[in-house]
C-alpha cells in the first residue's frame, strides 16, 4: 500500500499519516501502529516511537518483533533493565532470534553484568555464526575481564566474518595495547583509519600508541587529528599533552592536560601535579 511505499522512500511523516488511517480501518491495527513506531524510531522520536509499539503490544502479544524494537527503543534510552525484559519476551516468541540475544548482551554488559552478556553474545553467535558484531561484542567483554587472549580471538573472527568491521579492528587494536604489543595495536588502528577517516578514537587511540613506541612526532599529529575531528575529546587533550612533555615541551602539554581536566578526563590531574603545571 501506499504507506509501504512512503516507508520505503524515507518519507515517515507522509507513511505515519497513511498508517494512522489505516488503524482505523483494520482488524490489524496492531501491525499499523507497530510501523507508526517504526516511522517515528526511524526519525528519531524515540518517546513517540515508544507510544506505538506499546498500543501494538496491548493489542497483540505473539509478535517477538514488537518486543524487540521496543527494547531497542529503552536501550536507547539507557532502561536497560526494561530492554532486557523485552528482549526475554521476544525471545519467548522467536527462541532463536539473533539479535535478540546480542541485544540483551549489550543491555547487561551495560550493567556490568558480564558473565551473562558474555553468554548472550555465545547464543547469538550459536543461531548466526555469520553475525559479525556478535563475535566482536563478545570480544569487547571478554576484553572488559582482561582475558585479552581469548578478546583477539573473537575478534578475529568478527573481522574474518566482515572485513570492514571499523569497530573490530579499533577493539583488537586496544587489546593489542594492553598485551603490549605496540606494532600490532598500530595496524589495527591504522585498518581503522583507512576504513573511517573520520574515526577520532582510531586517531587518538593510535598516538597512544605511538607514545608507548616514544614516536612523539607521530603522537602529537595524530592527538591533534583526533581533536580536530572531535574537539570534546578528553582524552585526546590528555594524550597530545604526555606527547608534547616528551619533546621538552612542557607549557603546551599542561595547556592541553588543563583541557583534558576540563572536559572530564580525571587522570589529567596526576599529570598537571606531577608536572608542575602552576608554573605555567
Known amino acids: 500500500?501506499?504507506?509501504?511505499?512512503?516507508?520505503?522512500?524515507?518519507?515517515?511523516?507522509n507513511a505515519i499519516k497513511d498508517y494512522g488511517e489505516v488503524a482505523t480501518m483494520s482488524d490489524s491495527a496492531h501491525s499499523a501502529w507497530y510501523k507508526m513506531g517504526r516511522c517515528h524510531n526511524f526519525l528519531g522520536n524515540l518517546d513517540e516511537a515508544?507510544?506505538?509499539?506499546?498500543?501494538?503490544?496491548?493489542?497483540?502479544?505473539k509478535s517477538h518483533s514488537y518486543y524487540y524494537h521496543r527494547g531497542v527503543i529503552k536501550f536507547q534510552q539507557e532502561d536497560y533493565e526494561g530492554a532486557i525484559q523485552d528482549f526475554n519476551l521476544?525471545?519467548?516468541?522467536?527462541?532463536?532470534?539473533?539479535?535478540?540475544?546480542?541485544?540483551?548482551?549489550?543491555?547487561?554488559r551495560m550493567l556490568e553484568d558480564y558473565r551473562?552478556?558474555?553468554?548472550?553474545?555465545?547464543?547469538?553467535?550459536?543461531?548466526?555464526?555469520?553475525?559479525?558484531?556478535?563475535?566482536?561484542?563478545?570480544?569487547?567483554?571478554?576484553r572488559l575481564q582482561e582475558k585479552h587472549e581469548d578478546a583477539v580471538r573473537e575478534y578475529n573472527k568478527a573481522i574474518q566474518q566482515d572485513k570492514d568491521n571499523i569497530t573490530a579492528y579499533n577493539n583488537r587494536g586496544k587489546t593489542y595495547f594492553s598485551l603490549g604489543e605496540y606494532q600490532d595495536a598500530i595496524e589495527d588502528f591504522t585498518k581503522a583509519i583507512e576504513?573511517?577517516?573520520?574515526?577520532?578514537?582510531?586517531?587518538?587511540?593510535?598516538?597512544?600508541?605511538?607514545?608507548?613506541?616514544?614516536?612523539?612526532?607521530?603522537?602529537?599529529?595524530?592527538?591533534?587529528?583526533?581533536?580536530?575531528?572531535?574537539?570534546?575529546?578528553?582524552?585526546?587533550?590528555?594524550?597530545?599533552?604526555?606527547?608534547l612533555e616528551m619533546i621538552r615541551n612542557p607549557e603546551d602539554a599542561c595547556e592541553n592536560w588543563q583541557i583534558a581536566r576540563s572536559k572530564g578526563v580525571e587522570t589529567a590531574a596526576s599529570y598537571l601535579s606531577a608536572s608542575n603545571c602552576s608554573n605555567y
Open 1 to 13: 500500500n501506499r504507506a509501504e511505499v512512503y516507508m520505503d522512500m524515507e518519507q515517515y511523516d
Open 50 to 61: 515508544l507510544v506505538f509499539y506499546n498500543k501494538a503490544i496491548d493489542a497483540y502479544k
Open 90 to 108: 521476544c525471545l519467548v516468541n522467536k527462541s532463536n532470534f539473533a539479535y535478540a540475544y546480542n541485544d540483551r548482551g549489550s543491555a547487561k
Open 116 to 142: 551473562g552478556a558474555a553468554e548472550d553474545y555465545e547464543n547469538a553467535i550459536r543461531h548466526n555464526p555469520r553475525m559479525s558484531f556478535a563475535y566482536a561484542n563478545l570480544g569487547s567483554v571478554l
Open 195 to 243: 576504513l573511517d577517516e573520520n574515526y577520532a578514537f582510531a586517531y587518538n587511540n593510535r598516538a597512544a600508541a605511538y607514545i608507548k613506541l616514544e614516536k612523539y612526532d607521530e603522537a602529537i599529529k595524530d592527538a591533534e587529528k583526533a581533536i580536530e575531528l572531535d574537539p570534546e575529546y578528553g582524552y585526546a587533550y590528555l594524550n597530545l599533552g604526555i606527547a
